[in-house]
T-cell receptor, first 112, second 113 residues
């Protein structure tokens, strides 16, 4: 069981570039989440999914898009990178809403 | 809207001593869950302990225990016999039964030998 995996670990983008942060889980979890963590802050929810084909916005969705075509994968897309998107991004999953969320190792993104 | 407040940006404790991290939350719900997560320098988020609001008994996991005061909307974490490996950021988090996790801003815990 690899748990929740994220790629890449680090990335530097130029303003206006696009990229996709990959997230995969092998625990057959229905619920998946994307968070961002700014320096000295807690995690804020960007998008989440309750199952394949179903996604919804969290607290800070602007500038991001997601898709969920399979149970295992939940990629996060940045279309036009901005310096305000410099952050650490975490993907998480859970079996059921009441249970703990399992987090990936994070992706550190810098936009310059 | 639900909020989670951690009023201690930093705490320190001597090895083998006990420390308590504070957390308060604001909600009008009666059914919800509370969590403490640990984030070491590796950045990995690790669940420390969880509490269901409908349970009156405080959750305990080895050296970690909580003081859950539902009426006061308080959820503090007590770490007993502190170890050097306990040094990390600690985040309190809240979730309604059908909703998303809301995190506090964290408390950085330093452990001195």
């Amino acid at each position: 069981n690899a748990g929740v995996t994220q790629t890449p670990k680090f990335r530097i983008l130029k303003i206006g570039q696009s990229m996709t942060l990959q997230c995969a889980q092998d625990m057959n979890h229905n619920y998946m989440y994307w968070y961002r963590q700014d320096p000295g802050m807690g995690l804020k929810l960007i998008y989440y999914s309750v199952g394949a084909g179903i996604t919804d916005k969290g607290e800070v969705p602007n500038g991001y898009n997601v898709s969920r075509s399979t149970t295992e994968d939940f990629p996060l897309r940045l279309e036009l990178a901005a310096p305000s998107q410099t952050s650490v991004y975490f993907c998480a999953s859970t079996r059921e809403i009441a249970y703990e969320q399992y987090f990936g190792p994070g992706t550190r993104l810098t936009v310059t | 809207a639900q909020t989670v407040t951690q009023s201690q940006p930093e705490m320190s404790v001597q090895e083998a001593e006990t420390v308590t991290l504070s957390c308060t939350y604001d909600t009008s719900e009666s059914d919800y869950y509370l969590f403490w997560y640990k984030q070491p320098p590796s950045r990995q988020m690790i669940l420390v302990i969880r509490q269901e609001a409908y349970k009156q008994q405080n959750a305990t996991e080895n050296r970690f225990s909580v003081n859950f005061q539902k009426a006061a909307k308080s959820f503090s974490l007590k770490i007993s016999d502190s170890q050097l490996g306990d040094a990390a950021m600690y985040f309190c988090a809240y979730r309604r039964s059908t909703d998303k996790l809301i995190f506090g801003t964290g408390t950085r815990l330093q452990v001195f030998p």
